[in-house]
């Protein structure tokens, strides 16, 4: 059974960088494709991004596109989400999750299992 424990958050200053990592143990994460989800505080959990097993394609919703950048290691089991030029709206708790793909393109929408603790990220100064 596949399971996912996202880290790296943290507080950091509006325009720093943060990388999480999405550390995956019990399956290979090599059949999965992955995606970040956030939920702010009193907001709709929003996909962020997500990446195909097949060709490595990925999704960006707008507001992050150019500057997070997601990324996987098959050998080391782990996706990671590189981001950069934070703002304080990226406060948030970030989760890694399965998702489902459509003719090989991941889309934003779970795919079965369960959310996890989520790593929080807070962009303040």
């Known amino acids: 059974q596949l399971q996912l424990v996202e880290s790296g958050g943290g507080l950091v200053q509006p325009g720093g960088s943060l990388r999480l990592s999405c550390a995956a143990s019990?399956?290979?994460?090599?059949?999965?494709?992955i995606g970040w989800f956030r939920q702010a505080p009193g907001k709709e959990r929003e996909g962020v991004s997500c990446?195909?097993?097949?060709?490595?394609?990925?999704y960006y919703v707008d507001s992050v596109k150019v500057r997070f950048t997601i990324s996987r290691d098959n050998a080391k089991n782990t996706v990671y989400l590189q981001m950069n030029s934070l703002k304080p709206e990226d406060t948030a708790v970030y989760y890694c999750?399965?998702?489902?793909?459509?003719?090989?393109?991941?889309?934003?929408?779970?795919?079965?299992?369960?959310w996890g603790q989520g790593t929080q990220v807070t962009v303040s100064s």
């Open positions: 019990g399956v290979t994460l090599d059949y999965y494709a």
């Open positions: 990446i195909s097993n097949s060709d490595g394609s990925t």
């Open positions: 999750t399965p998702v489902l793909t459509v003719e090989k393109m991941c889309i934003m929408v779970q795919s079965g299992g369960s």
